[in-house]
């Protein structure tokens, strides 16, 4: 009977309007949940028969179901909060996530580190990364990130380079190290750290022993050296200098070696003064690095590849998602790079709770990289991404949904008032 079938068919009207009125409360609700994409209930009508069988038209409906319930990809907005360890995603891509449940994705990037040192999301999954190597080159290992060690052993001085220039119109002068600084042309200072990260403060006297011929002598405090006298100085390194007519390097040469730091550091600790690139020694151009000009002796630069020990003082991700540490000596080391995974159809991927997604078959295979590669998104540090929920637009969608509700409603007992009016024939 037809009046029979309409009360199913509102049926059908209220209960697909129901769902959606469902989908809409879920959005309303995760208006202000990190990286959420608001959802949209996609309706389909439901056939019943035809009434000319497979020539088609004269087809009743029997009302309304959900065909699907799809997120809508837009992009939230980037907001930049205090937290080093806040990151959001600026185009494509999914933070990858290792927990008990297996491989997980995520666009929440309220991230946090762990009482064991891991990089975790607020559910405790494990944020994936590429691992560093000990000098701090990314490699394409994927695994946890975590916290580095809290302390970086010391490292020895190997190198010291030094950029100067020696005055050609300096007087020749004979060094007398019970003197150095009366007879010296000029005297400078660098530090170096020992073996055990020590530091010291060497001072290099130079003299010019000839035209376009320098020598160098290296001293520090007796006491820092072993089987030195305290407040006598004494001599770590010499060597000779040698410049061409036009004042550029030609050779260097250190001709007597005595790094014998005290306190059980390494004896004999070979440490290379390099003053540029020597025309002869180097087989270089002489062009960066010391100079003999006619001008007054000073030191321009200096730099040298040793450390002492360090603890973490700060952490921080740049916008490329690579972790770096800073530590008390002054040395930077990156630690990881965020990895990101791109999927052909991220709407297909299975929501399992917390923000989380898992891979679907609809969804395809994830393909993990760095951040802004292959149509990966950009990584933000210091920002989170907001919800894409507009409550202005939920609200309207939800009166629509009250609406139309209610019109499945009137279809009900429109429907029962036929029916009893049909009863009542009996009367």
């Known amino acids: 009977m037809a009046v029979l079938s309409s009360l199913y068919t509102g049926v059908s009207g209220l209960k697909s309007t129901g769902e959606s009125l469902g989908v809409i409360a879920d959005n309303i609700a995760n208006a202000h949940t990190t990286g959420f994409k608001a959802s949209r209930a996609e309706f389909q009508d439901i056939i019943a028969k035809s009434l000319k069988g497979i020539l088609g038209g004269n087809q009743i409906g029997r009302g309304t179901k959900i065909g699907a319930v799809n997120p809508i990809l837009l992009q939230g907005n980037i907001e930049q909060t205090d937290k080093a360890t806040d990151l959001a995603i600026s185009g494509d891509g999914y933070y990858v996530l290792k927990g008990d449940d297996g491989e997980s994705f995520t666009r929440d990037g309220s991230l946090h580190f762990d009482k064991q040192g891991y990089l975790v999301t607020n559910d405790n999954q494990r944020v994936q990364g590429f691992e560093a190597q000990e000098d701090g080159t990314i490699i394409n290992k994927l695994g946890d990130i975590k916290f580095p060690r809290a302390l970086i052993p010391a490292t020895g001085t190997k190198r010291v380079d030094i950029d100067m220039n020696l005055d050609s119109r300096a007087p020749i002068k004979e060094f007398n190290p019970e003197e150095p600084y009366e007879t010296s042309n000029f005297s400078t200072g660098v530090e170096i750290f020992d073996s055990q990260g020590t530091?010291?403060?060497?001072?290099?006297?130079?003299?010019?022993?000839?035209?376009?011929?320098?020598?160098?002598?290296?001293?520090?405090?007796?006491?820092?050296?072993?089987?030195?006298?305290?407040?006598?100085?004494?001599?770590?390194?010499?060597?000779?200098?040698?410049?061409?007519?036009d004042g550029k390097l030609d050779t260097e040469e250190i001709t007597e070696s005595n790094f014998n730091f005290a306190g059980g550091a390494l004896q004999n600790q070979e440490i290379k003064i390099d003053f540029g690139d020597a025309i002869t020694t180097d087989a270089g151009k002489g062009?960066?690095?010391?100079?003999?000009?006619?001008?007054?002796?000073?030191?321009?630069?200096?730099?040298?590849?040793?450390?002492?020990?360090?603890?973490?003082?700060?952490?921080?991700?740049?916008?490329?998602?690579?972790?770096?540490?800073?530590?008390?000596?002054?040395?930077?080391?990156?630690?990881?790079?965020?990895?990101?995974?791109?999927?052909?159809?991220?709407?297909?991927?299975?929501?399992?709770?917390?923000n989380r997604f898992k891979e679907a078959r609809a969804s395809g295979t994830p393909d993990i990289g760095k951040p802004n590669s292959a149509g990966r998104g950009k990584v933000f540090a210091k920002s989170l991404e907001r919800s894409t929920v507009d409550i202005a637009n939920e609200f309207v969608s939800l009166i629509q949904n009250q609406r139309n509700f209610q019109a499945n409603a009137k279809t009900i007992t429109t429907s029962d008032e036929l029916l009893s009016e049909v009863i009542n024939l009996k009367r």
């Not at 011929?213 to 004494?234: C, N």
């Open 199 to 245: 530091k010291h403060l060497v001072t290099l006297f130079f003299n010019k022993t000839a035209d376009r011929t320098w020598s160098y002598q290296g001293m520090v405090d007796g006491e820092q050296v072993t089987g030195g006298e305290e407040g006598k100085l004494a001599n770590v390194v010499k060597g000779q200098l040698t410049f061409t007519v």
């Open 287 to 354: 062009l960066d690095g010391t100079k003999q000009y006619g001008k007054e002796s000073d030191l321009i630069s200096w730099d040298q590849d040793g450390s002492s020990a360090g603890t973490i003082t700060n952490l921080s991700f740049d916008d490329t998602g690579v972790l770096t540490a800073l530590y008390s000596n002054g040395e930077t080391r990156d630690l990881g790079q965020i990895a990101l995974a791109k999927f052909e159809n991220p709407e297909g991927m299975f929501k399992v709770g917390n």
